[in-house]
């Protein structure tokens, strides 16, 4: 059996790494990530974990050494945060592309200019089509748990494609709360060693990422969409055996108290947290507000999204990053294409909140709903809304 | 949502505020409570006044705003409070718990400040037992024994756990201020 303890958050995803038994990790130190990576070096040098920490010179570099690592059959972690992913840009779709399936964190940051070292979703939003598995953590333990679960799913045959864990810079990533920590023992029993597929190897060699000309690159391209899209798949049956391993239920897209909602918040990672009392207190003051959680971001899950919203009236999306000059938040525009098809679908509003370590506030969930209920009686005024703007 | 206590420490870069708010937590988690712990997020700069928080509760914390109406202010020094509101959102039955060489209605009159005060020369005692004016460790006895959130043995542990060469000096100076303060029922 595990332990109760408490632990700062990036702190508890390096266990999780350790506990994953990886053999390379290859990482720059970037804010507000920095303590992922610190942590397991030290582990590295301290002998508690038997992996290889590559020094790098920048993060095009830790990921193009991730590639390498992996290539060779290594379970291989990295973790980063905005300009730092930025810079990861081009070697992700390598990542994916190779089939190589790299976990990596990432402490959500927004992007510069002007400087920001706070949280908000822009950077990861910024390479949501590289081909990534990616996922939010609302929790620690969640940050923790899906550390784990995502070498299990990237690694499955079936799947061979990068996975991405994304909790939120500082306001999750500093923060030292309850964690339930498994016992090696059962994490080892719930996660396998790597066995690659194809690796890189002198006596037997291969040629990986050769050109792909005209006549094969499309259909390398399906392949890899199919991979991805079925992904989905093995992420549900990974997390019903994680379940029954370890009693905590993940789902695509977390409902709470949607039962009888007209109104549903719809937001992803830590603040949903925040939501939660909101939706308690709102539900207190006789509002029928309910949350919907999106927890899988990649491959989206149309289907949960679509069955989450059965029966509301209206869905009030609060995006954390903004799709400069586009229909406002990119979780709402995947949100409203997955209802697009429906007959009868609630009404969907985008609002843009939390910028650059901007908190969302319990009043601004109250202002979202308030926004909500308005645009239900008198109609549709903005294709989007920023939220706690000073005036 | 069950109980839940808000404290937000006042201090100065490099005493130990974030310490103090995190060896709180920990003990709370300990005793199987939930906490959260985290400091003021951004660049840190010893000597300049700084802010850590925590929250104490029955059951798991879900809010993940920064604490903007604490029921408890901890100010470690005495010197924050001349730079900083620290009294600022502090709720109505909220309470201050300062280090201070000051008598309370001295510190209260000073800093106009209206709600319940509890005072500790913390500094003294950090002084004569540590040798260091570092006062996170000496605080905390003060906390302790006004809100009684955790056990006095609970911090004890957290220090022994996370400075084992200076534990018991540390741990003296909590057992020190936790006698000398007054606890809240103590009028």
Redesign the interface.
């Known amino acids: 059996m595990g332990k109760?303890?408490?632990l700062?958050v990036s702190l508890a995803v390096s266990e999780a790494v350790k506990m994953a038994r990886v053999d390379a990790v290859a990482a720059y130190p970037i804010t507000?990530q920095t303590h992922i990576v610190e942590e397991l070096s030290q582990m590295v040098a301290d002998g508690d974990l038997d992996a290889d920490f590559i020094m790098v010179e920048s993060e095009h570099s830790a990921m193009s050494a991730c590639c390498g690592t992996s290539a060779v059959g290594a379970r291989t972690f990295t973790a980063t945060a905005a300009q730092g992913l930025a810079l990861m840009h081009e070697i992700l779709f390598i990542a994916s592309g190779l089939r190589l399936p790299i976990v990596m964190a990432i402490a959500n940051r927004a992007l510069s200019a002007p400087i920001s070292?706070?949280g908000d979703h822009s950077d990861v939003m910024a390479e949501r089509d590289t081909g990534w598995i990616q996922f939010f953590a609302e929790t620690g333990q969640e940050a923790f748990d899906l550390t784990i679960q995502a070498f299990k799913i990237a690694e499955d045959k079936r799947v061979l494609t990068p996975a991405a864990v994304n909790l939120?810079g500082?306001?999750?990533s500093?923060?030292?709360?309850?964690f339930d920590m498994p016992d090696q023992e059962e994490v080892d029993a719930f996660l396998p060693t790597f066995e690659p597929q194809v690796i890189l190897d002198p006596d037997n060699p291969v040629t990986m990422g050769p050109v792909g000309f005209p006549e094969i690159y499309t259909e390398i391209k399906k392949q890899q969409n199919e991979a991805l899209l079925g992904a989905h798949e093995v992420i549900l049956e990974v997390w019903e055996e994680f379940e029954k391993a370890f009693g905590r239920a993940y789902r695509p897209v977390e409902s709470y108290r949607t039962d009888g909602a007209e109104v549903l918040i719809s937001i992803a990672g830590?603040?949903a947290?925040?939501a939660?009392?909101a939706v308690?207190n709102m539900r207190e003051a006789g509002k029928k507000v309910g949350l919907i959680r999106t927890r899988l971001w990649r491959p989206y899950p149309f289907e949960e999204t679509r069955a989450a919203v059965k029966g509301a009236k209206a869905v009030a999306v609060i995006d954390r990053c903004l799709s400069f000059g586009g229909p406002g938040g990119p979780i709402c525009s995947e949100l409203r294409s997955a209802l697009y098809p429906l007959p009868e679908k609630p009404v969907v509003n985008s609002y843009i909140a939390g910028l650059g370590?901007r908190?969302?506030?319990?009043q601004d969930f109250y202002t979202v709903v308030e926004d909500t209920y308005r645009v239900l009686e008198e109609g549709p005024t903005d294709e989007y809304k920023m939220i706690g703007v000073r005036e | 949502?069950g109980n839940m206590t808000e404290i937000r420490w006042h201090g100065r870069g490099g005493q130990g505020a974030v310490a103090s708010a995190?060896m709180l937590?920990?003990a709370?988690?300990?005793e199987?409570k939930?906490?959260?712990?985290?400091?003021s997020?951004?660049?840190e700069r010893r000597g300049a006044p700084v802010m850590a928080f925590t929250r104490v509760g029955d059951e798991?914390?879900?809010?993940?705003?920064?604490v903007t109406e604490p029921d408890v202010v901890v100010v470690l020094d005495p010197s924050v409070m001349g730079a900083v509101d620290v009294t600022s959102g502090l709720k109505e039955n909220g309470i201050v718990i300062a280090n201070t060489s000051k008598t309370r209605e001295e510190l209260a009159d000073q800093f106009d400040i209206d709600h319940p005060l509890y005072v500790v020369n913390a500094t003294r005692i950090a002084l004569d037992v540590i040798g260091r004016p570092i006062t996170n460790t000496t605080m905390m006895g003060a906390l302790v024994k006004v809100t009684g959130l955790v056990e006095l043995s609970s911090v004890e542990d957290q220090i022994s756990e996370r400075f084992p060469r200076v534990a018991e000096k540390n741990i003296e100076a909590l057992r020190l201020a936790f006698e000398e303060t007054r606890a809240r029922e103590e009028k």
Do not use: N
């Open positions: 109760r303890i408490g700062e507000p070292i706070w939120d500082f306001t999750l500093h923060v030292i709360e309850p830590s603040t947290g925040t939660r009392v308690d370590g908190d969302i506030t319990l | 949502m995190e937590a920990l709370a988690i300990g199987g939930s906490a959260q712990a985290f400091p997020f951004g660049p798991f914390i879900h809010i993940r705003t920064g």
